[in-house]
């Protein structure tokens, strides 16, 4: 998989199907060694897959741990003291390639790429719902589109605002209000 790649087939899009996915994980560049190994030097096709499933793995141990945090929050009034403590307990399990690797490593390597294209699908189809769902209607998609250029603006000016009295550039109108 690479980003850099003119080929189709080097990349996953966010609008790609689930057999778009399947195929283009099934076709990843690697090697005809045998099982899964963490050996980016020897093995980067294989290794490649091994840190794109490791970095999923991470996201969702993290949204997991964040949403049972959150969970908890909801159910309690807390003090300060009492998140502190919740935050100290939340353990988050943290995916290394090489133990990807290792679960892997009696397996062939087409069973390793099935699991990465459905770990992968299982990310990427929500977001693909939501881009489907913005795309078939125009309207939501410009108001949305007119609210964040709205927003923008009004960051915008107070940013520049700031950038003129940093400098000594503070426009009449405002000078004179001040005096």
């Not at 790609?16 to 099934?26: E, F, L, M, P, V």
């Not at 963490?38 to 091994?50: D, I, M, W």
């Not at 939340?90 to 459905?118: G, T, V």
């Amino acid at each position: 998989m690479s980003k850099s790649d003119p080929s189709e087939l080097s990349r996953i899009t966010l609008e790609d199907t689930d057999d778009q996915i399947k195929r283009k994980i099934s076709r990843a560049v690697t090697d005809s060694l045998g099982g899964v190994t963490y050996e980016p030097e020897a093995r980067p096709g294989v290794s490649n897959l091994v840190d794109i499933f490791t970095s999923i793995k991470n996201e969702q141990a993290r949204r997991s741990a964040r949403q049972e945090f959150l969970k908890r929050l909801s159910t309690n009034s807390l003090t300060i003291q009492e998140i502190e403590s919740h935050l100290a307990q939340l353990q988050i399990p943290k995916y290394r390639p090489e133990d990807i690797a290792s679960q892997y490593a009696s397996s062939k390597l087409s069973a390793f790429k099935s699991d990465l294209a459905d770990l992968v699908i299982s990310e990427v189809a929500p977001i693909r719902g939501e881009i489907t769902k913005y795309l078939a209607d125009s309207a939501e998609l410009d108001e949305i589109l007119r609210q964040g250029a709205s927003n923008a603006r009004v960051t915008a000016a107070e940013t520049m605002m700031n950038v003129r009295r940093a400098v000594g550039m503070v426009p009449a109108v405002t000078l004179a209000k001040q005096n």
